[in-house]
């Protein structure tokens, strides 16, 4: 079963706002990391926060994980047309494999 | 250092046709990862190999499709006798030895059609 679970499914904001997009998971992880995929490419990725880490950033990006919920959040702030795109959490799971979340599609209004 | 490559990049094939889409990792890394994203959804696991070893076949489907990576040249994801439902994006993934999660590199991906 997916081990990530996204939300809100879909976000729709306007220029310079921040954007928060959470994701949930099941089992006990090392990381979590966040990717990007602009429609119908292929994926960036964003940050990886390792289990012992409660809040990481890298330039507008800020990422939390709670290990007690088992959650994360992506925080995108001051928001651009160009970061319209789909948002995918993904954890680690035994033998190397990614468990992805369904994903959040981010719209920025200009 | 060349990235993760994938051909063809796009796919059509007609229902009962084989598809065949390659991935060629990074230099020097050893480990290749399929994932399959059905449209407007996330990526799925469907197989890891090594050099000459399936590791994890867990997620891929017991019918029509297999998994190769030869100790020469690309990993070779086969589809036999496609369907609708194959539809997808196929992504590769690679690291080096040793490597996890947290050193996976993803191709472009293949995307695949099906008449």
């Known amino acids: 079963s997916q081990q990530g679970e996204e939300d809100p499914q879909a976000l729709s904001i306007q220029e310079g706002e921040n954007a928060t997009m959470n994701c949930s998971y099941k089992?006990?992880?090392?990381?979590l990391q966040w990717y990007r995929q602009n429609s119908g490419r292929g994926l960036v990725h964003l940050i990886l926060i390792r289990s012992n880490e409660r809040e990481k950033h890298s330039g507008r990006l800020r990422v939390t994980l709670d290990t007690s919920k088992k959650s994360s959040s992506l925080l995108i702030t001051a928001s651009r047309a160009a970061d319209t795109a789909s948002y995918f959490c993904a954890t680690d799971a035994p033998g190397g494999k990614l468990i992805f979340g369904q994903g959040t599609e981010l719209s920025v209004k200009p | 250092n060349a990235g993760v490559m994938q051909n063809p990049r796009h796919l059509v094939r007609r229902r009962g046709q084989e598809a065949r889409l390659r991935c060629s990792p990074m230099k020097g890394h050893s480990h290749v990862y399929w994932y399959r994203q059905l449209p407007e959804e996330g990526l799925k696991f469907m197989v890891y190999l090594q050099k000459e070893n399936i590791i994890d076949e867990s997620g891929m489907p017991k019918e029509r499709f297999s998994a190769e990576f030869p100790k020469e040249g690309p990993s070779i994801l086969r589809i036999q006798q496609v369907v609708r439902g194959d539809s997808a994006a196929y992504f590769c993934?690679?690291?080096?030895?040793?490597?996890?999660?947290?050193?996976?590199?993803f191709g472009p991906g293949t995307r695949l059609t099906v008449l």
């Open positions: 089992t006990s992880i090392n990381n």
């Open positions: 993934a690679s690291s080096p030895p040793g490597g996890g999660t947290d050193t996976q590199y």
